[in-house]
């Protein structure tokens, strides 16, 4: 195959284009020298936006208009959870979500999170909103998992103090796991923290805001207890 010169030699004057035994002095001058090393950087670049969203696909229950896209570890994580939601949606009066949370997040990342899914229309049992002044706290966590249909455990800094000193939302994390509806959602922490403190959560996937913001991450909850359309 005959190749270009302009790489070594250059195109800079007729004689350098005639010498060259592919162009043999045609049209072409140094004017296109830059070009002939653009090529490659353009590839990269549009390789880069295709591996971004390489893998990323609608899940089953993404409704026509969705643009949400999963990941295939995500597709994995919240397929069960769709499964068990969809058996559990026949049932009467349930809230869409439990969110379980350290009391310390109560009045930031979690009402950030139970605010955002309402806004799309979830229904969340949120303790600060639904354990009422003098009530039993314990017995109130008991009620709110038994009329939710899937679990959400906001696992922060202040959550995974909150296991080693297996306070409520330790209780909380054992009736989640016990019923198989589990979501955990890492925020401003890893999942490589999480299984230092419960090696047992932290064997189950989820969704993180180190990968996707808290918007994007109710979007997906939101869109994952979203009835399915006939």
Known sequence: MVRCTAPVNGHRTASGRAA??????????????????????YSRSTNSVSNRSKGTKKARWSS????????????????????????????????????CHAWDDRKTAAKELHDLLEEKGVT????????????????????????????????????????????????????????????????ETTFEDLREVSPLLGSRNGLSTVEESMTEVAAKLAELVTPEVA
Do not use: M
């Not at 043999?24 to 296109?32: C, E, P, V």
């Not at 919240?78 to 939601?85: A, C």
């Open 20 to 41: 060259c035994p592919a162009c043999g002095g045609g049209s072409r001058g140094f004017s296109s020298y830059p070009s002939y090393f653009s090529s490659p950087t």
């Open 64 to 99: 026509p208009g969705s643009t949400i896209l999963y990941t295939p570890s995500q597709i994995r994580t919240l397929t069960p959870i769709r499964n068990k939601y969809e058996e559990r949606a026949k049932l009467p009066d349930l809230r869409d979500v439990f969110l």
């Open 124 to 187: 969340v049992w949120f303790s600060e909103k639904d354990v009422l002044l003098g009530s039993p706290l314990l017995r109130e966590i008991d009620r709110g998992l038994a009329k939710s249909r899937v679990g959400i455990v906001l696992v922060t800094p202040s959550f995974l103090k909150r296991i080693n000193g297996a306070g409520v939302a330790d209780k909380e994390l054992s009736a989640l796991l016990a019923r198989d509806l589990l979501i955990p959602i890492v925020h």
